[in-house]
């Protein structure tokens, strides 16, 4: 069954109608406050963006009501994209009504108490796609009994022992963990309150330590996402996987997941300190509502540049190139090192040749030396030469086929200078160039390059390329030194990986 809007529209009127059917309090214990299709869709389409494409889907909602997840999830995804979707509803008011209502659907739902069902045993079975928006039922509303029995299953899941005072949500959270596959994106749409109490401190350490916490979205105080509820809520995005080192998270706030008033990149470190992680949007003073955070990561992948085992031999000045005769298909242009680079923008010829006093370039064939022999004498000749004074022989060379062909390092608009000491002229040890040009660069330089995402943002935007490399050089050289490492002597080095984990504010409308 393709899912419509109209069909959507039918399931709203249908939740209309069964809600009005009970009374505030009965719905109250039971938490049964439907979210609104915006919202539900909203929330599936940002899942769309974790997961990866084309991935086959096993959805799990433990709390489905009449399945407003469950309707956007099949709006968005095609039906043999959606290899399973089991659900969870403890009322058979909504539940046998959402039975026959998603009747022509693969859905697997259950009238059954999510808490209480028994999760698969192995990993294929479970969800690669939790979304839930659980019962808030305040602990008040829980029995001695149920509470024990809560407490004692959470325990045994995730060995997390909730407070006495934890809400329903809380342990419907935890209980979740063990219906979840490895790498599983869960999704929950939960009061912010677990957010600044101590009973909610225990679900905080477990977003931090257990999962990777992707992204924390909290709505604004006064936007309260249901009419008939009056709480505050957040969207908490995680992943089931054990945090990366130096691992941050996405706190955004306000309007909706794909266009929040303000995003901010938190570190675990800082989450981990603060015990009230709703203030955490309204501390800094670096956050600017014009401006989303990304770590480089997010935006390039980054690589050292080429390294040839014989700069001496395999960069050659104009003049050099001129007195061996070397052929000019065999010749790249490449950046000088950042010592002998004056200027922090490059730009090019007609050509893409880098418009700089000193002109470089970089010796790189692939032909067998047979073949360079029989078409290229003046290169054989020059190629003999690096034999015979060694440098065939040297580590790198040897390693590749032929010897004097070169990693594959295509130009880059942004470089980065990963080496430096702070006591220089400029005061600074880093530096961000930007490239009009076509040349390539070795390993004096990190090469950035755009992730498709920003690729194609920097096609469609030609404003964009100078804003990025304004931003990078906004990065304070705090950061970039603190994510580096310090050698003796003041000198200052970032390795990829390193220069990944900085944070770059660029414009939000990227
Ligand atoms: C907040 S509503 C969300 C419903 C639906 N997923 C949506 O987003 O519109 C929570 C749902 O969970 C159901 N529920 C409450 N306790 C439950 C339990 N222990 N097991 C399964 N479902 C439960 C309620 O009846 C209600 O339909």
Redo the contacts with the bound molecule.
């Keep these: 069954m393709n899912v419509s809007t109209t069909t959507e529209q039918a399931r709203v009127f249908r939740q209309l109608q069964l809600d009005a059917a009970k009374t505030q309090t009965e719905r109250n214990k039971?938490?049964?406050?439907?979210?609104p299709t915006d919202l539900?869709f909203d929330i599936v389409q940002y899942a769309k963006e974790l997961l990866t494409p084309h991935s086959q889907i096993q959805f799990l909602?433990?709390?489905?009501?009449?399945?407003?997840?469950y309707s956007a999830l099949l709006q968005l995804f095609s039906p043999t994209q959606v290899k399973e979707s089991v659900g969870?509803?403890?009322?058979s008011h909504?539940g046998l009504e959402a039975i026959s209502f998603w009747r022509d659907t693969p859905l697997q739902l259950h009238l059954?108490?999510?808490?209480q069902a028994i999760p698969p045993s192995c990993d294929d079975k479970k969800a690669n796609l939790l979304i839930?928006?659980?019962?808030?039922v305040r602990h008040h509303h829980l029995s001695r009994i149920e509470k024990q029995r809560l407490q004692n299953q959470t325990f045994q899941i995730t060995g997390i022992k909730l407070s006495q005072l934890a809400s329903?949500y809380c342990y419907f959270l935890c209980l979740a963990d063990a219906w979840m596959a490895d790498n599983c994106i869960a999704g929950w749409l939960i009061p912010s309150g677990f957010m600044d109490v101590n009973y909610g401190q225990q679900i905080k350490e477990y977003l931090l330590s257990s999962v990777t916490l992707l992204r924390v979205h909290l709505f604004h105080p006064n936007d309260v996402q249901f009419a008939d509820a009056l709480v505050t809520s957040a969207v908490v995005w995680f992943k089931k996987t054990l945090p990366p080192s130096n691992h941050h998270v996405e706190f955004s706030y306000g309007k909706s997941l794909a266009t929040p008033n303000k995003s901010k990149l938190v570190s675990v470190e800082t989450l981990c300190s603060t015990p009230k992680w709703t203030k955490i949007g309204f501390t800094s003073n670096n956050t600017q509502s014009n401006l989303k955070q990304f770590q480089l990561k997010d935006l390039f992948t980054i690589k050292r540049g080429l390294a040839t085992g014989a700069n001496n031999f395999f960069v050659l000045t104009k003049e050099q190139v001129l007195a061996y005769q070397l052929p000019i298909e065999f010749l790249t242009s490449i950046l000088p090192s950042p010592r002998y680079l004056l200027i922090d923008e490059i730009e090019a010829d007609i050509k893409g040749n880098p418009i700089l006093t000193q002109q470089l370039f970089l010796l790189d064939c692939a032909l067998p030396i047979a073949e360079v022999q029989a078409n290229y004498p003046m290169l054989w000749q020059y190629l003999q030469m690096g034999v015979d004074n060694g440098i065939s022989d040297r580590y790198l060379c040897r390693h590749r086929s032929p010897w004097y062909s070169q990693e594959k390092r295509p130009p880059s608009p942004f470089l980065c200078t990963y080496m430096g000491r702070q006591d220089t002229k400029r005061g600074r040890p880093f530096r961000f160039i930007l490239n009009h040009s076509q040349a390539t660069a070795t390993n004096v330089y990190l090469i950035l390059y755009p992730l498709p995402v920003l690729a194609q943002a920097l096609s469609q935007n030609s404003e964009l390329l100078k804003q990025v490399w304004q931003a990078l050089n906004e990065i304070s050289d705090e950061m970039l030194m603190c994510e580096g490492r310090v050698y003796g002597g003041g000198l200052y080095k970032l390795e990829p990986k390193e220069l990944g984990n900085a944070i770059v504010s660029i414009p939000r409308s990227f």
């Design positions: 039971l938490g049964q406050f439907a979210t539900a909602d433990p709390a489905f009501g009449t399945g407003a997840f969870y509803e403890i009322d909504y059954a108490d999510f808490t839930c928006n659980p019962p808030y329903l």
